[in-house]
């Protein structure tokens, strides 16, 4: 294979991966009381951002009534 071929067939298969595909994930149905039991547990624990900070939120909106759909979530504003 000569290295222009070779340089062609690269560019075009980087093209291919860079393409951005929405991804889905689960949105909160109630953002009202998501952020309540958010704001409950940025109080509760001394380290926010963490596996069982998150857990014991979506315990907890859950336990509240709060339900998940599938979706991309808002679009961010540039």
Do not use: C, D, H, Q
């Not at 951005?20 to 009202?32: E, I, L, M, Q």
């Amino acid at each position: 294979m000569s290295g222009g071929l070779y340089n062609l067939i690269m560019v075009a298969r980087r093209k291919k991966s860079r393409r951005k595909v929405a991804r889905k994930r689960p949105v909160p149905t109630n953002p009202s009381l998501y952020a309540r039991v958010k704001a409950e547990a940025k109080r509760k624990f001394k380290v926010y951002p963490s596996a069982y900070a998150n857990g014991w939120l979506v315990k907890t909106y859950k336990a509240r009534g709060g339900r998940y759909r599938m979706g991309t979530g808002r679009k961010r504003r540039k």
